[in-house]
């Protein structure tokens, strides 16, 4: 999985077109999910906040560039999960819980940005 990430990102044409289809993914709505979480235009920035999933995803994006080393979006993906996800825990069970919602969720962010990628533009995987 490595590998494939590092040669993607190694191909300007290839982070050009996922970071076009990304950006209309999100923007354009394709996403299947209620009530259209992912339309960031209509949310305020508390909103926003509260879905740290998006966030996180947010975040990456702004890292996804030509040559991007794998090891700048692991680190962007480490320092979400420590602001959102292990500083706030108190405990472990509250640690486990925190973990297992953001897992859930994330999970479910990216299956749907996958369908939707896959659907409307295919391109962005091969």
Same mark, same amino acid.
């Given at each position: 999985?490595?590998?494939?990430?590092?040669?993607?990102?190694?191909?300007?044409?290839?982070?050009?077109?996922?970071?076009? #289809? /990304?950006?209309?993914?999100?923007?354009?709505?394709?996403? #299947?999910? *209620?009530?259209?979480?992912?339309?960031?235009?209509?949310?305020? *920035? $508390? $909103? /926003?906040?509260? #879905?740290?999933?998006?966030?996180?995803?947010?975040?990456?994006?702004?890292?996804?560039? *030509?040559?991007? #080393?794998?090891?700048?979006?692991?680190?962007?993906?480490?320092?979400?999960?420590? %602001?959102?996800?292990?500083?706030?825990?108190?405990s472990k069970e509250e640690f486990r819980k925190l973990a297992s919602d953001f897992q859930l969720r994330w999970n479910f962010l990216?299956? %749907?940005?996958?369908? %939707?990628?896959?659907?409307?533009? %295919?391109?962005?995987?091969?």
């Amino acid at each position: 999985l490595l590998q494939t990430m590092r040669t993607v990102l190694n191909s300007n044409s290839k982070v050009t077109v996922l970071q076009s #289809d /990304l950006h209309a993914v999100m923007d354009q709505g394709f996403l #299947d999910v *209620p009530g259209n979480l992912f339309q960031m235009k209509l949310r305020n *920035p $508390e $909103e /926003l906040q509260n #879905d740290i999933e998006l966030k996180c995803l947010n975040d990456l994006m702004s890292f996804l560039a *030509p040559s991007t #080393d794998i090891r700048v979006l692991l680190n962007c993906v480490l320092s979400n999960l420590q %602001a959102f996800v292990i500083q706030p825990s108190r405990s472990k069970e509250e640690f486990r819980k925190l973990a297992s919602d953001f897992q859930l969720r994330w999970n479910f962010l990216l299956s %749907a940005v996958s369908k %939707a990628m896959t659907f409307n533009y %295919a391109d962005s995987f091969g």
